[in-house]
């Protein structure tokens, strides 16, 4: 059995980014990212934290704007975003999610101009995803896609089993595993799928993001596939917090031919994704 190790993984793509960031630098641009956060939600507190930290890792200039989640409108964050949208010295943009429900993520991803969309949430960038090929990816379908392509699982033909239909995975994954680099035969399902077992049992390849811990045991898994857990949920055991998948690795690691863990799977790699958009929007907009 592979593991297909997402940490590791990260550590080589660093260097590369690092050269990167280093070779902008050296030009005379520092790229420069700005995120927002109108939520009180821990999670997200932490996701931003290792934004902010690996940013300053890798010298690249970050900066944290915090809303009030109760006070925060919707006229507030979009005007934020303006001001960020013409200012010369910001090459990135993300919100954080989830937002507050009075506030339309849909319109703040819209708002966010293409250029600076480092997340590609923006429709613009999301409609670019049914072409070949595009500059900006969404992170964590990228993250997903590069640990696929650096263990070299040819996906051409292959029947890929995606498991969720979230903006942020499950539907841009679709799209770019269509794409003729790929050729995956690709099925998306969800929480109103039915004969979910079924479907999953014909994957050649298993990508749940349902952020159910230990969802899918050995009745779900056909033998010798790859499996790609993108779920994360926390759990209680004893006394302390543990971080599992969707996959119950346990019971499933003698059947497949590859899986990732969580952690260390996905997770590791897509803030490197998010960083590789970034140099992507910072040359965009210097190269004259
Ligand atoms: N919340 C959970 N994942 C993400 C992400 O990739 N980007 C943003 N902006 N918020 C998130």
């Given at each position: 059995?592979?593991?297909?190790?997402?940490?590791?993984?990260?550590?080589?793509?660093?260097?590369?980014?690092?050269?990167?960031?280093?070779?902008?630098?050296?030009?005379?641009?520092?790229?420069?990212?700005?995120?927002?956060?109108?939520?009180?939600?821990?999670?997200?507190?932490?996701?931003?934290?290792?934004?902010?930290?690996?940013?300053?890792?890798?010298?690249?200039?970050?900066?944290?704007?915090?809303?009030?989640?109760?006070?925060?409108?919707?006229?507030?964050?979009?005007?934020?975003?303006?001001?960020?949208?013409?200012?010369?010295?910001?090459?990135?943009?993300?919100?954080?999610?989830?937002?507050?429900?009075?506030?339309?993520?849909?319109?703040?991803?819209?708002?966010?101009?293409?250029?600076?969309?480092?997340?590609?949430?923006?429709?613009?960038?999301?409609?670019?995803?049914?072409?070949?090929?595009?500059?900006?990816?969404?992170c964590t379908p990228k993250a997903i896609i590069a640990?696929?392509?650096?263990?070299?699982?040819?996906?051409?033909?292959?029947?890929?089993?995606?498991?969720?239909?979230?903006?942020?995975?499950?539907?841009?994954?679709?799209?770019?595993?269509?794409?003729?680099?790929?050729?995956?035969?690709?099925?998306?399902?969800?929480?109103?799928?039915?004969?979910?077992?079924?479907?999953?049992?014909?994957?050649?390849?298993?990508?749940?993001?349902?952020?159910?811990?230990?969802?899918?045991?050995?009745?779900?898994?056909?033998?010798?596939?790859?499996?790609?857990?993108?779920?994360?949920?926390?759990?209680?055991?004893?006394?302390?917090?543990?971080?599992?998948?969707?996959?119950?690795?346990?019971?499933?690691?003698?059947?497949?031919?590859?899986?990732?863990?969580?952690?260390?799977?996905?997770?590791?790699?897509?803030?490197?994704?998010?960083?590789?958009?970034?140099?992507?929007?910072?040359?965009?907009?210097?190269?004259?």
């Amino acid at each position: 059995m592979l593991i297909l190790d997402g940490t590791s993984l990260a550590a080589k793509f660093k260097g590369k980014i690092e050269d990167e960031v280093n070779a902008l630098i050296k030009k005379g641009t520092t790229p420069s990212l700005h995120i927002l956060l109108a939520n009180a939600d821990d999670a997200s507190a932490i996701y931003v934290r290792n934004k902010l930290n690996t940013c300053e890792k890798l010298s690249i200039r970050a900066k944290l704007h915090k809303f009030n989640p109760e006070s925060i409108t919707q006229e507030d964050i979009l005007q934020k975003i303006s001001l960020l949208n013409v200012d010369e010295n910001v090459h990135g943009i993300l919100c954080q999610l989830p937002l507050p429900k009075h506030i339309n993520a849909d319109m703040v991803a819209a708002a966010i101009a293409p250029k600076k969309d480092v997340d590609c949430f923006n429709p613009f960038n999301i409609g670019q995803l049914f072409n070949e090929e595009t500059l900006l990816e969404p992170c964590t379908p990228k993250a997903i896609i590069a640990l696929l392509h650096h263990y070299q699982i040819d996906l051409t033909g292959k029947r890929v089993v995606i498991i969720g239909r979230s903006k942020i995975v499950g539907k841009p994954l679709a799209l770019m595993l269509l794409r003729k680099q790929n050729n995956a035969t690709v099925t998306v399902c969800h929480s109103r799928s039915k004969n979910l077992k079924e479907i999953c049992l014909s994957a050649d390849v298993l990508i749940p993001a349902l952020g159910k811990a230990n969802f899918l045991n050995e009745d779900y898994i056909k033998p010798e596939a790859v499996v790609v857990d993108v779920g994360i949920s926390k759990i209680r055991v004893g006394d302390k917090n543990k971080t599992c998948g969707d996959v119950d690795f346990n019971r499933v690691k003698d059947l497949v031919f590859a899986i990732s863990k969580v952690p260390g799977g996905v997770g590791p790699m897509t803030i490197h994704m998010l960083i590789d958009n970034l140099v992507k929007t910072t040359k965009m907009q210097t190269q004259k």
